[in-house]
């Protein structure tokens, strides 16, 4: 019972910390720019040195929670993350928007999915992924809470003092809950770390494994993929004459599919190995992609676009540390996670200007099909870093 308590207090902490430290930056977003006067790249460049930094701090964080600190540093984080964002609502200059936003992205490192996972693995070791699971279900409602939260608080009383509501929710709910969540599953880490003693895959080292560069460039390109996506995605669609209402509808049920893809792994974990949905993700993604390419002329494609994007990166986020578990190892697995987290998370941050760049060179044309190469060339290393993994274990 205490372990099902302390995976339901850091789904409930894990919902609050995205709706209100990440989701917050888009609900606001044409807020800033319209009251403040000033440019989209200019602000968008706020959310990009955050997560920049919080992949830089991620190995870090992930140091932290395999020597037992991890209560401390999620929870320090969340409270840190709150007061800068209460500190945001003050602001008059861009370098004041920017720094503070630099401060919530090395919070992220300590707040979101990342060293949340990391938690859950280090406490339950193979049975993982029934906990994570179960958060990212939940946690995958932050968007629906954060949108509508902040346009009918910014409605009535202002984008300034919609940024101290969240920021008190973040302080006075999601900290205290992650605290005692993540001191229930450091309670459970130690008889998990007694159980893998004997892991045969030693912690350090995993640097020099090429399991873990291609395992780590495999999903970098996967994030890329949905990062170049997602943001360009209205663009895109304009681009194929799609109405500009059904395009906006069609990005809303991105995050709905999320969820769904979930549920549907639970439905066929039983029938599928690790192995299988992780691949299935490369190749759901890439055939999205190829969907997206025809959807100008075929509404129907479209939704199915939606249905396969959405879908299958949804159970990205929880193949990514079961899969690295099952390839490095139990042991050491806070400092492998966060140093595949900083490859990931790159690739997230600098989908944005990477889709613009290639978008400059050669439109959209050029884009979309890259991207379809991008989940090819990820595929192929993950299927490497996976039978490399098995040659080693059987050797």
């Known amino acids: 019972m205490k372990r099902d308590r302390a995976i339901l207090l850091m789904a409930a902490g894990q919902i609050l910390t995205w709706a209100g430290l990440y989701y917050v930056f888009p609900a606001l977003l044409l807020r800033w720019e319209q009251d403040l006067g000033w440019s989209k790249s200019g602000l968008t460049a706020a959310i990009t040195l955050a997560v920049f930094l919080s992949a830089l701090a991620a190995p870090l964080a992930g140091r932290l929670i395999d020597r037992g600190l991890g209560p401390h540093w999620m929870a320090g984080c969340t409270l840190v993350g709150s007061a800068a964002l209460f500190a945001c609502s003050f602001i008059q200059q861009g370098w004041q928007f920017l720094a503070l936003w630099a401060v919530i992205g090395i919070c992220l490192s300590g707040t979101l999915y ?29 968007g629906a809470i954060s949108f509508p939260s ?29 605290w005692h969540a993540a001191r229930l599953l450091e309670a459970d880490a130690d008889a998990t770390a007694r159980a893998t003693a004997e892991d045969p895959r030693p912690a350090g080292g995993y640097l020099a494994n090429p399991v873990f560069w291609f395992l780590g460039v495999g999903f970098a390109l996967l ?36 969820v769904a893809g979930r549920l549907v792994m639970v439905a066929v974990e039983k029938h599928v190995s690790h192995h299988g949905i992780a691949a299935s993700t490369f190749i759901f993604m890439g055939l999205s992609i190829m969907l997206l390419i025809a959807a100008g002329g075929a509404p129907t494609l479209l939704v199915l676009f939606v249905i396969l994007f959405g879908g299958s990166y949804g159970v ?3 193949i990514r540390p079961v899969i690295a578990r099952d390839l490095l190892g139990q042991s050491g697995f806070g400092a492998k996670s966060g140093a595949l987290a900083l490859l990931y998370l790159c690739g997230t941050a600098s989908a944005p200007f990477v889709g613009a760049l290639l978008w400059e060179i050669g439109g959209y044309g050029l884009v979309l099909p890259l991207l379809v190469g991008f989940a090819a060339s990820g595929l192929g290393l993950y299927l490497s870093a996976n039978r490399l993994a098995g040659s080693r274990k059987g050797g």
């Open 114 to 142: 990342e060293p949340c996972f990391a938690m859950v693995t280090r406490a339950r070791g193979a049975g993982a992924k029934q906990g994570i699971i179960l958060i990212t279900l939940i946690a995958g409602f932050a």
């Open 150 to 178: 902040a346009h009918t608080l910014a409605e009535a009383f202002g984008w300034r003092d919609t940024l101290r509501v969240f920021a008190v929710v973040v302080a006075l709910l999601a900290a205290p809950l992650i």
């Open 223 to 258: 994030a890329v993929v949905h990062g170049v996506t997602l943001h360009h995605l209205l663009s895109i669609l304009d681009e194929r004459r799609v109405h500009a209402e059904v395009a906006v509808l069609a990005a809303s049920f991105i995050g709905p599919m999320q």
């Open 316 to 318: 990205v986020s929880i």
